[in-house]
Nanobody
Framework: QVQLVESGGGVVQAGDSLRLSCAAS????????TAWFRQAPGREREFVGA????????YYGDSVTGRFTISRDNAVNTVYLQMNTLKPEDTAVYYC???????????????????WGQGTQVTVSS
């Protein structure tokens, strides 16, 4: 049974940093790749970034490029999202997601992902 568990969310002030974790069980993130999405109240789920399987190519959504960094620790089967220079508009529930199959190309469409975590709330005050 696949399980993704996000942690690390909280309430911070604008300009602060947070690091989110996505701990996986039931699959090997190095083989699947992992994406991060976020969803603010009343808005559609937004692609934040992804780290591909294998060597781990990384790419980001336009709104977070230069501020957020994705990394992976294969030894503990965990993917991280380091968020710096946070803004109030970064307030959202953050989710990690994995595709259904090993070696899948990771896209920006949430429909391309089979497994999701429960989400972790990030609130950035001005």
């Amino acid at each position: 049974q696949v399980q993704l568990v996000e942690s690390g969310g909280g309430v911070v002030q604008a300009g602060d940093s947070l690091r989110l974790s996505c701990a996986a069980s039931g699959l090997t993130v190095r083989l699947y790749g992992t994406a991060w999405f976020r969803q603010a109240p009343g808005r559609e789920r937004e692609f934040v970034g992804a780290i591909s399987w294998g060597q781990g190519s990384i790419y980001y959504g336009d709104s977070v490029t230069g501020r957020f960094t994705i990394s992976r620790d294969n030894a503990v089967n965990t993917v991280y999202l380091q968020m710096n220079t946070l803004k109030p508009e970064d307030t959202a529930v953050y989710y990690c997601a994995d595709p259904k199959n090993v070696g899948s190309a990771l896209g920006r469409d949430q429909n391309g992902y089979e497994y999701w975590g429960q989400g972790t709330q990030v609130t950035v005050s001005s």
